[in-house]
């Protein structure tokens, strides 16, 4: 059933200001990462995803820079705008004997200020 | 990019009675498929993977004869909620992806935001 009382963390930006987004993930058997943004009552729209023998790949305003050492995934925006408002999950796909899987992370909901 | 529909957006039904979602895949054939669900302010737990033509794959504590799900065709799952009840209340997504060599983006449909009363 629901967890009561469970949050979304918040970051704030100013609009035009650069935003960062953190996730932590746990699995090493992790071949990619995607970031998602999901909007209120809509499904996840895809951002842009990294293989894992990859750091740094670069989108359009979106930069995700993974670090498998400390297993830590940012999501940077360049020029955040109020379209921008949203929540972000990263996600990681699992790969195992016949299947493969995406399995979201806990999610940050970044609100910018115009 | 490839879409994915979901059916109904949203539905409300009555407490002992079943539900059923749909997902297609508009323009691409999905051999998998992926269903969700989602508390409010909280992350999507994957509940089962659908594979076309077999049994669904659940993950650990989703109760299988509870959520009842079928992939008859390389385009459609569907997930019918059984005996709902008020904590069934969800929104339910459901994604797949495109089985192209190394595509690696799933697509999302739109979600379906079941309120059982």
């Known amino acids: 059933g629901e967890s009561v009382g469970l949050h979304l963390p918040t970051l704030s930006v100013q609009e035009g200001d650069n935003s960062i987004i953190n996730c932590a993930y746990s699995?090493?058997?992790?071949?990619?990462f995607i970031w998602y943004k999901q909007e209120s009552g809509k499904g996840p729209q895809f951002i842009i995803d990294?293989?894992?023998?990859?750091d740094k790949r670069q989108g359009q305003r979106v930069t995700v820079l993974l670090n498998k050492t400390v297993k830590h995934l940012s999501l940077q925006i360049a020029a955040t705008q109020p379209g921008d408002s949203a929540v972000y999950f990263c996600?990681?796909?699992?790969?195992?004997?016949?299947?493969?899987?995406?399995?979201f992370g806990t999610g940050t909901k970044l609100q910018v200020i115009p | 990019g490839a879409v994915v529909s979901q059916h109904p957006s949203w539905v409300i039904c009555k407490s002992g009675t079943s539900v059923k979602i749909e997902c297609r895949s508009l323009?691409?054939?999905?051999?998998?498929m992926f269903w969700y669900r989602q508390f409010p302010k909280q992350s999507l737990m994957l509940m089962a993977t659908?594979?076309?033509?077999?049994?669904?794959?659940?993950e650990q504590g989703v109760e299988k004869d509870k959520f009842l799900i079928n992939h008859a065709s390389l385009t459609l799952s569907t997930l019918t909620v059984t005996s709902a009840h008020p904590e069934d209340s969800s929104f339910y997504i459901c994604?797949?992806?495109?089985?192209?060599?190394?595509?690696?983006?799933?697509?999302f449909g739109q979600g379906t935001r079941l309120t059982v009363v």
């Open positions: 994604s797949a992806r495109e089985p192209i060599q190394g595509g690696t983006e799933a697509f």
């Open positions: 990294i293989r894992s023998n990859m």
């Open positions: 699995n090493s058997a992790s071949d990619y």
């Open positions: 659908s594979n076309e033509g077999s049994k669904a794959t659940y």
């Open positions: 323009d691409f054939q999905a051999t998998t």
């Open positions: 996600a990681e796909n699992i790969r195992g004997r016949g299947y493969q899987k995406v399995t």
